[in-house]
T-cell receptor
Framework: SAVISQKPSRDICQRGTSLTIQCQVD?????MFWYRQQPGQSLTLIAT?????????ESGFVIDKFPISRPNLTFSTLTVSNMSPEDSSIYLC???????????????FGPGTRLTVL | LAKTTQPISMDSYEGQEVNITCSHN???????ITWYQQFPSQGPRFIIQ???TKVTNEVASLFIPADRKSSTLSLPRVSLSDTAVYYC?????????????FGSGTRLQVQP
């Protein structure tokens, strides 16, 4: 399996500011994903991040609002820009696990970053 | 991606068997059925995956009928620690788009 850590685990931010969330994996992985989970809701995919290429964003999410970096095969960041209270949510990163990491096409998730915007 | 439908919530008592059924009428030939479990303040965790018939591991069993239009996750003798949200997902296990599409999930509450 893959072990994923996220920083920060939680934060309280002021409206209009930006927060960068880090995701670190203990194995080299090709595909990393960023999800958002609003309170009591299911997970919604924000974007897919492959190393060496631009992130691919889902409908309703744009790069200016959620810029993503993927500098190497074990690390990614998601920035939530110009935050508003509607951005209060849990942000999770995940990695695809196949081959050596898993015999299934499963994903491993980080613990999430709980963001509150005042 | 095939859409899934599952009950919003279920209640059970410790020691009982819990069966959560998911319908996926538009499942494609290449699609697998995967279940994830999510505890509060944690990311989802893979439980089990199957294509047809029955799959069993140390955590659960997955029953898939011949038409594959539904599946049932079976949790034997649940305990309080099985209280979680359970997600049924359907998708291609192989190449192409690999991002997961989560439905609403089933919130299981286990009572003492």
């Amino acid at each position: 399996s893959a072990v994923i850590s996220q920083k920060p685990s939680r934060d309280i931010c002021q409206r209009g500011t930006s927060l960068t969330i880090q995701c670190q994996v203990d194995s080299q992985v090709t595909m990393m994903f960023w999800y958002r989970q609003q309170p009591g809701q299911s997970l919604t995919l924000i974007a897919t991040a492959n190393q060496g290429s631009e992130a691919t964003y889902e409908s309703g999410f744009v790069i200016d609002k959620f810029p993503i970096s993927r500098p190497n095969l074990t690390f990614s960041t998601l920035t939530v820009s110009n935050m508003s209270p509607e951005d209060s949510s849990i942000y999770l990163c995940s990695v695809e696990a196949s081959g050596l990491l898993s015999s299934y096409n499963e994903q491993f998730f980080g613990p999430g970053t709980r963001l509150t915007v005042l | 991606l095939a859409k899934t439908t599952q009950p919003i919530s279920m209640d059970s008592y410790e020691g009982q068997e819990v069966n959560i059924t998911c319908s996926h009428n538009n499942i494609a030939t290449n699609d697998y059925i995967t279940w994830y479990q999510q505890f509060p303040s944690q990311g989802p965790r893979f439980i089990i995956q199957g294509y047809k018939t029955k799959v069993t591991n140390e955590v659960a069993s997955l029953f898939i009928p011949a038409d594959r239009k539904s599946s049932t996750l079976s949790l034997p003798r649940v305990s309080l620690s099985d209280t979680a949200v359970y997600y049924c997902l359907v998708g291609d296990r192989g190449g192409g788009r690999r991002a997961l599409t989560f439905g609403s999930g089933t919130r299981l509450q286990v009572q003492p």
